[in-house]
């Protein structure tokens, strides 16, 4: 079955930078658009950063444009997510989803993503 495994979550300062991965199996990686989501304390599930397929394709929510960055290495089946100058308000769960779609059109709603993992805690003290 598939599964979407993520990791490298944790608690950082203000203005520090943090590393989160997916890892992906069950699921052909390449064929896949990749997103980041997450969800903080009474709020609803957010879109942080997509991935096209190839990698050729990128975009941002605008409260993390210029300070995140997203990639992928379809060698390892796994996407990341790299984070700098963290503010207290990137406080969340943070979720990575596959999206069974080979163009180049990057999506930002949680509907349109087809698996989802189980999230990994970041924090953000100020």
């Known amino acids: 079955q598939v599964q979407l495994v993520e990791s490298g979550g944790g608690l950082v300062q203000a203005g520090g930078s943090l590393r989160v991965s997916c890892a992906a199996s069950g699921l052909t990686f390449s064929r896949y658009g990749m997103g980041w989501f997450r969800q903080a304390p009474g709020k609803e599930r957010e879109f942080v950063a997509a991935?096209?397929?190839?990698?050729?394709?990128?975009t941002y929510a605008d409260s993390v444009k210029g300070r995140f960055t997203i990639s992928r290495d379809n060698a390892k089946n796994t996407v990341y997510l790299q984070m700098h100058s963290l503010k207290p308000e990137d406080t969340a769960v943070y979720y990575c989803a596959a999206r069974n779609y080979q163009g180049t059109i990057l999506v930002v709603t949680t509907t349109s993503y087809d698996y989802w993992g189980q999230g990994t805690q970041v924090t953000v003290s100020s």
């Open positions: 991935i096209s397929w190839s990698g050729g394709s990128t």
